[in-house]
């Protein structure tokens, strides 16, 4: 069992930073894909960003050259830095840790909200 628990959001302007954390409770946490999902009101889930165990990452366009995925493997913790935000980027966003369709965990959800 994997507990995921984010942390960082809130309420900000447009162009503005935020950086999302999320802490792993298993020191297993360096063998597993790490992402960041979102969910808008009304629409589907989307994937955000992945990072590999091994550090690779991928971005979804509507993210690619403003987001940023990290991973500390000291200390259990994958980090997505949001700039140059957008109201479209308003959603409840999830931590996820996978390594195979047995093992796969999300963490709670929480609110960006991007409005002036």
């Known amino acids: 069992q994997v507990q995921l628990v984010e942390s960082g959001g809130g309420l900000v302007q447009p162009g503005g930073s935020l950086r999302l954390s999320c802490a792993a409770s298993?020191?297993?946490?360096?063998?597993?894909?790490m992402g960041w999902y979102r969910q808008a009101p009304g629409k589907q889930r989307e994937l955000v960003a992945t990072i590999t165990s091994g550090g690779s990452t991928n971005y979804a366009d509507s993210v690619q050259g403003r987001f940023i995925i990290s991973r500390d493997n000291a200390k259990n913790t994958v980090f997505l830095q949001m700039n140059s935000l957008k109201p479209e980027d308003t959603a409840v966003y999830y931590c996820?840790?996978?390594?195979?369709?047995?093992?796969?965990?999300w963490g709670q959800g929480i609110q960006v909200t991007v409005s002036s």
């Open positions: 996820n840790a996978h390594y195979s369709s047995a093992l796969d965990y």
């Open positions: 298993r020191s297993i946490f360096r063998f597993y894909d």
